[in-house]
């Protein structure tokens, strides 16, 4: 019975609209935009270019609707707080990891990550820093996956490295509304001693 009770509350919680006093701030501001005009159309007019995204917030609240743009959208200032993401591909560069493999050597590995946002709502509301993120995400997943292979894997097999880092770096940036795009293994450094015993 108490869980019953409170599922309802949660429900009751969720389902709550916009209080009063929230109306109220959003209809002062309406009429200061309105007895205001034309100048208020310079604050209350945005635009968003053709790779951007605008996430509008109410007072706290996502609006809904989804992310607008591209093109010319509206705000209502002192209500709406507004944040523009970048939805163009980005590129990566991991820096050298140091690696011990599977066989006791230790490697610097170094890989390329492209990215872009794929929900730009994601990107605003579910992570603080989705880029950011996605490269931490990056740097352990590449020292994740290769720790688990020998220094003949990791120098043979660097297609099959890649898609398993991209399928797990996927699954990880999902929820940050992050799709990756590709992943290369750049470049694999021994270390130069182990150079010289191989080459003897």
């Keep these: 019975m108490a869980h019953s009770d409170k599922d309802s509350q949660e429900k009751q ?3 709550e609209g916009p209080g009063i006093c929230a109306m109220m701030l959003t209809i002062f501001s309406l009429f200061l935009i309105v007895i205001s005009l034309p100048l208020s ?3 209350v007019v945005k635009v968003v270019q053709e790779y951007e995204r605008a996430v509008i917030f109410r007072l706290g609240h996502l609006l809904t609707g989804g992310a607008r743009g591209p093109g ?3 705000v209502i200032p002192c209500v709406d707080v507004y944040e523009k993401v970048d939805m163009r591909s980005q590129t990566y560069e991991i820096p050298p990891q140091e690696i011990l493999t599977k066989d006791s050597v230790t490697v ?3 890989a ?3 990215y872009k946002v794929a929900n730009a709502i994601h990107a605003v509301a ?3 820093d989705y880029s950011g993120s996605a490269r931490l995400l990056a740097a352990t997943t590449l020292r994740n996956v290769l720790g688990t292979l020998t220094l003949g894997d990791i120098l043979c097999q660097r297609e099959s490295i890649a898609k398993e880092m991209k399928e797990t770096l996927d699954e990880g940036t999902e929820p940050w509304g992050v799709m990756v795009e590709r ?3 750049k ?4 270390p130069e001693q182990l150079q010289r015993a191989m080459a003897a």
Aim: proline share 0%.
């Design 13 to 15: 919680a969720c389902e």
């Design 41 to 43: 159309l310079f604050c």
């Design 72 to 74: 010319v959208f509206f």
């Design 108 to 110: 610097f590995v170094n």
């Design 112 to 114: 390329i990550m492209y």
């Design 126 to 128: 579910n992570v603080d």
């Design 183 to 185: 992943v290369e293994v």
């Design 187 to 190: 470049d694999v450094r021994v």
